[in-house]
């Protein structure tokens, strides 16, 4: 009771964010698998809560079922209903550098979505206006779409380019946020 007005006045700060960066992971607690939630703001407010659930429901009752603001996070299905979010990079960056040694084709594919992050990170760094962000995120987005394309008739890609596809619309979504960061 002693902290339930600073707790709800923490969700209040979380949903009325531009943005938030969100993740979970497994924990154990008394060897019973439980799930650690962090949601972080663009003014850097942080909550953690720990549930028995890795689904969307957790995310509605931090958010509310109407979610103002972006949100970036990883692509686990429980984000999938929201309309604005940011795919987390670090993530495709792994994915795609898991086959980098299963042949050329998976040494390419990670060139090359390393290359499109280094792109996008470059392109931040310069603090372009709103403009020129909407503009080059079209840009972006075909690069994307053509590598998946380039790629998508070799087996064993498959699994990041399912990774990758799955994200489409969602890669460059930082680009309308400025400040909001491609990783999660």
């Not at 998976?106 to 290359?115: M, N, P, Q, T, W």
């Not at 996008?120 to 779409?145: G, Y």
Request: proline share 2%.
């Amino acid at each position: 009771e002693a902290c339930k007005k600073d707790y709800e006045d923490k969700i209040q700060k979380i949903r009325r964010a531009k943005w938030r960066y969100i993740d979970e992971t497994g924990i154990k607690v008394l060897g019973i698998q439980f799930w650690l939630w962090i949601f972080r703001t663009d003014t850097n407010e942080v909550l953690v809560v720990i549930r028995k659930s890795r689904g969307k429901k957790v995310i509605e009752e931090i958010l509310g079922k109407e979610s103002e603001g972006a949100n970036s996070a990883d692509g686990w299905r429980a984000y999938s209903w929201m309309d604005k979010l940011q795919r987390c990079w670090a993530h495709l960056l792994r994915e795609v550098d898991h086959v980098k040694d299963t042949s050329e084709n998976g040494k390419r594919l990670s060139e090359d979505i390393h290359a499109s992050f280094k792109k996008l990170r470059d392109f931040l760094d310069i603090d372009p206006s709103i403009e020129e962000r909407m503009e080059k995120k079209v840009v972006f987005e075909e690069e994307l779409e053509a590598i998946a394309t380039k790629y998508s008739d070799f087996k064993e890609l498959e699994k990041p380019l399912t990774y990758l596809k799955n994200g489409f619309g969602f890669w460059y979504t930082c680009l309308l946020f400025p400040g909001m960061e491609p990783t999660n």
